[in-house]
């Protein structure tokens, strides 16, 4: 008996605490606060007979004390620096109630004193909030913390230079891309070299190349060779015309010769004109000896003939320049009145059409016995499906035009079926092209039903139907299919009285089959209860 009676004081004890605590307390802490669990610990963030203060919370948090002491950071911003904790950071909700929560996506990273800009803009806020990052390892601990990141970029990223240049990395780079340090404007012309011409443009790490310093791989910036051009250029003549490089050439590109004061090629037997002035020497000097006399007089004393004598008379080709221009072999000056000499005019879109279009590379530039008919050059997509009589020959011009294909002249009078209304207006393929069971598109011409139901849903379900056709055009006209002639006094019931008032909707209501929804319009029972009550 005396067992029992402890036990019962044991339970009733313990049911007494939990309910007093859950009288005292409004709801759990969240996980971050759950070891502060219990009343004895209450006093830990609330001062007795008054709310919970930031200095309490503070006293926990150090490291955001320490920047509001220092007036660095979110919390020491001007929109932040005067609030109580618990205005953004409230509590009593649970254990998975998150209490630090905000929008990343319309957080205004300024407050923070570190300014988003170029790629840091674009970037997810985890690729640099990350542990990595964070060099108190208090903070590392929290995964989901915004805390401890430096705004020096080498606390981030790494010193490609290795100490060689400074830390202040903005000196020489933006935040656009670290690749390009003239974003920022760093004025190489106050070092050693001076950069001209197309070394303005040239990427750095072109010069600067990347090798092993101390076990790493690193930017060399100094100790750098630049007295001569071979310092840095490979001669590709070989010491033929000595070292300065200079005398032809200048820093805007190699391909740039000094006519005026060097070598002048107006001068020889052979001026450059149009894209000859562009081609590296060695493409005509082959053996690298500038001065071996060269064959020039005609283009094939260089250029292959890409037309294998197709245009020779009497054994003898003409030379290139009747057709082409030394600006490139892609332009022409055979014109179009030239080529309306030959067996094919040129009209329509054909006068816009490329030589190659036609003269094939794969029939080897092709130019003499080409066809004459549409479908020497074109697919006859129709072939098959079009029956002769209208197609007599495979004679594309009876339908279509030289200008385009869409143009069609068709007279679809000379058919059974005669274009009316909208009909008029639609596309020959809105009827003649359809896809089949597999999906691809097919084109029929021929033994088309000429029934509105062969082409049209019959959103009538049959209603009007007659020894199983539907006849659309005793109600619809070919212009316009909402606009009805249908007489109402030729049903079985006719339209007198206030009936003659009533909207069609009033009686023809929607109705549901298993095909969907349509409106009904034959009635078995068209007694006045079917409708009135």
């Not at 300024?110 to 964070?134: M, P, Q, R």
């Not at 600067?208 to 910036?221: L, S, Y």
């Not at 597999?438 to 019959?458: E, N, P, R, T, Y």
């Amino acid at each position: 008996m005396l067992i029992k009676r402890i036990l019962f004081t044991t339970i009733f004890a313990f049911l007494l605490g939990n309910f007093a605590f859950a009288q005292i307390s409004p709801g759990e802490l969240s996980k971050g606060h759950a070891d502060l669990e219990g009343v004895s610990n209450c006093t830990k963030c609330h001062t007795v007979g008054n709310k919970v203060t930031r200095e309490k919370c503070l006293a926990c948090h150090k490291e955001i004390k320490a920047q509001i002491v220092a007036k660095k950071g979110f919390h020491a911003s001007s929109e932040v620096g005067s609030k109580d904790c618990f205005t953004c950071h409230n509590e009593h909700h649970g254990r998975n109630f998150q209490i630090v929560k905000f929008d990343q996506k319309k957080f205004d990273h300024n407050l923070t004193g570190f300014k988003l800009s170029g790629v840091h803009a674009k970037k997810d806020c985890k690729a640099c909030h990350k542990a990595e990052f964070i060099s108190d390892p208090k903070l590392k601990k929290n995964l989901n913390t915004f805390l401890g990141l430096k705004q020096e970029c080498l606390s981030c990223h790494a010193d490609y230079h290795q100490g060689k240049l400074s830390n202040k990395c903005a000196t020489c780079h933006g935040f656009e891309s670290f690749k390009n340090p003239k974003v920022v404007g760093f004025d190489h012309n106050k070092t050693k070299f001076p950069l001209l011409g197309k070394h303005k443009t040239t990427d750095c790490v072109k010069c600067h190349k990347t090798e092993i310093i101390d076990g790493k791989p690193a930017q060399r910036f100094k100790g750098l060779k630049f007295a001569s051009c071979v310092d840095c250029h490979k001669d590709v003549h070989e010491n033929k015309f000595g070292q300065d490089c200079k005398k032809c050439h200048t820093e805007e590109s190699f391909h740039i010769i000094k006519n005026e004061k060097t070598f002048d090629h107006d001068k020889t037997n052979f001026k450059l004109i149009g894209a000859h002035n562009t081609v590296d020497c060695k493409k005509c000097h082959k053996s690298g000896k500038m001065t071996d006399p060269l064959k020039h007089n005609r283009c094939s004393d260089c250029h292959t003939d890409y037309h294998k004598g197709e245009f020779a008379k009497n054994g003898i080709s003409p030379d290139c320049n009747q057709c082409h221009t030394n600006d490139s072999f892609k332009e022409t000056n055979y014109t179009i009145e030239s080529h309306n000499k030959t067996k094919f005019k040129l009209e329509g879109a054909h006068m816009a059409t490329a030589c190659i279009a036609c003269h094939k590379k794969e029939d080897k530039w092709s130019f003499k016995n080409m066809g004459t008919k549409c479908v020497d050059c074109h697919k006859n997509e129709h072939k098959g499906f079009i029956q002769d009589k209208y197609f007599a020959g495979e004679n594309c011009t009876v339908c279509h035009t030289v200008n385009s294909w869409k143009e069609v002249k068709f007279d679809h009078n000379k058919t059974n079926f005669k274009l009316e209304g909208v009909h008029a207006k639609e596309s020959c393929s809105a009827c003649h092209y359809a896809k089949n069971d597999k999906g691809i598109k097919v084109q029929k011409f021929k033994g088309l039903a000429m029934d509105c139901s062969a082409c049209h849903k019959d959103s009538h379900r049959n209603q009007f139907a007659e020894n199983g056709k539907t006849d659309c055009t005793r109600c619809h006209n070919f212009d316009k299919w909402e606009d009805s002639k249908f007489d109402h006094n030729t049903s079985r019931f006719l339209l007198e009285g206030e009936h003659k008032n009533v909207k069609c909707i009033e009686c023809h209501k929607p109705a549901t089959d298993q095909k969907g929804k349509y409106i009904q319009y034959k009635f078995n029972n068209i007694e006045c209860s079917s409708c009135h009550s």
